[in-house]
């Protein structure tokens, strides 16, 4: 089994920045990864990293702005959000899955956080 427990919500304003953080306990996992759902939209794929960091995989709408990132001594794995719009404001899920490869689809993802709220007003 694996934990996952997410931090770093919060409301900002639009063109402002925001970290988020995961910590992992229990099993190592290999590929990590953040979701997002904003209010009556499905969950999507915001970015995913490998075991090494050396994939790494971003949705199109967050790219150059997002940069995922992860500590696995400290078995963390973070989310720079900077120049933030109120279309990013959802709750965010750090997902982990046991296998190498970095998905997109959160169907491959099997531990996912409770999530936290990103608000960004305009």
């Known amino acids: 089994q694996v934990q996952l427990v997410e931090t770093g919500g919060g409301l900002v304003q639009a063109g402002g920045s925001l970290r988020l953080s995961c910590a992992a306990s229990g099993r190592t996992s290999s590929t990590m990864g953040w979701f997002r759902q904003a209010p009556g939209k499905e969950r999507e794929f915001v970015a995913a990293i490998s075991r090494g960091g050396g994939s790494t995989s971003y949705a199109t709408s967050v790219k150059g702005r997002f940069t995922i990132s992860r500590d696995n001594a400290k078995n963390t794995v973070n989310l720079q959000m900077n120049s933030l719009k109120p279309e990013d404001t959802a709750v965010y899920y750090c997902?982990?899955?046991?296998?190498?490869?970095?998905?997109?689809?959160?169907?491959?993802?099997?531990?996912w956080g409770q999530g936290t709220q990103v608000t960004v007003s305009s």
């Open positions: 997902a982990a899955r046991m296998g190498s490869t970095v998905y997109a689809s959160g169907s491959f993802y099997d531990y």
